[in-house]
């Protein structure tokens, strides 16, 4: 079975302070993302990484940034954590199977964080 | 642009009964991929089945089935034998070629099975 982990399930930080949030999954795969989940707007990418030191911009990455040093695991950082970040974030972690239109790549998520900000 | 229609914002359903929770989509990739998953109110994102748009039959995995409709751009999944354990929020994404990595998702269903 698939499994990611997340370091906190819930956080309460203030307004300013640096924030880690820690993902690692166990299936050696080569994708890994950075979700976050507001009611009214659904999941939204923030970032995401196909391979170690590799990261690719989502749909909404101001304001944060990530870092993956190893393929098991990828870190989301707040720089300066502000209260509009209030959100749950979801991490999510995929293996690339088949190719072409036939590519399936099944994204596993993890249990989310939910991140308070002060 | 691609996007994901889910009309049914909540659902009921008695215990034991099937329920049919819709998805609606649209792309301009000719292959795709849709995927549905269930998110409880512990918050994890559970995932449930996948659908290939090249996939000939519909997709089925234990109580979940998928009816997939190419021409009509749908992908409803039906949940047979519902349970009390099935109460949750039931999104539908989807993934494009050109998309590579990005999952697009639903606004969700969420589900209330009665017993």
């Known amino acids: 079975d698939v499994k990611v982990t997340q370091s906190s399930r819930y956080l309460v930080k203030r307004t300013g302070e640096k924030v880690f949030l820690e993902c690692v999954q166990d299936?050696?795969?080569?994708?890994m993302f950075w979700y976050r989940q507001d009611p009214g707007l659904g999941l939204r990418l923030i970032y995401f990484s196909y391979d170690v030191k590799m990261k690719e911009k989502g749909d909404i990455p101001e304001g944060y940034s990530v870092s993956r040093e190893k393929k098991e695991r990828f870190s989301l950082i707040l720089e300066s954590a502000s209260t509009n970040q209030t959100s749950m974030y979801l991490c999510?972690?995929?293996?690339?199977?088949?190719?072409?239109?036939?590519?399936?790549?099944?994204?596993?998520f993890g249990p989310g964080t939910r991140l308070l900000v002060l | 642009a691609q996007k994901i229609t889910q009309t049914q914002p909540g659902m009921f359903v008695q215990e034991k009964e099937a329920v049919t929770l819709d998805c609606t989509y649209d792309?301009?990739?000719?292959?795709?991929?849709l995927f549905w998953y269930k998110q409880p109110s512990s918050g994890e994102m559970i995932f449930l089945i996948y659908q290939g748009s090249y996939d000939q039959q519909n997709a089925t995995e234990g109580r979940y089935s998928l009816n997939f409709q190419k021409a009509r751009k749908s992908a409803n999944l039906v949940i047979s034998a519902s349970q009390l354990g099935d109460s949750a929020m039931y999104f539908c994404?989807?993934?494009?070629?050109?998309?590579?990595?990005?999952?697009?998702f639903g606004s969700g269903t969420r589900l209330l099975v009665r017993p």
């Open positions: 994404a989807m993934r494009g070629v050109d998309s590579s990595y990005k999952l697009i």
């Open positions: 792309t301009s990739d000719p292959s795709y991929g």
């Open positions: 999510a972690s995929s293996l690339s199977t088949g190719a072409g239109g036939r590519r399936q790549e099944t994204q596993y």
């Open positions: 299936m050696d795969h080569e994708n």
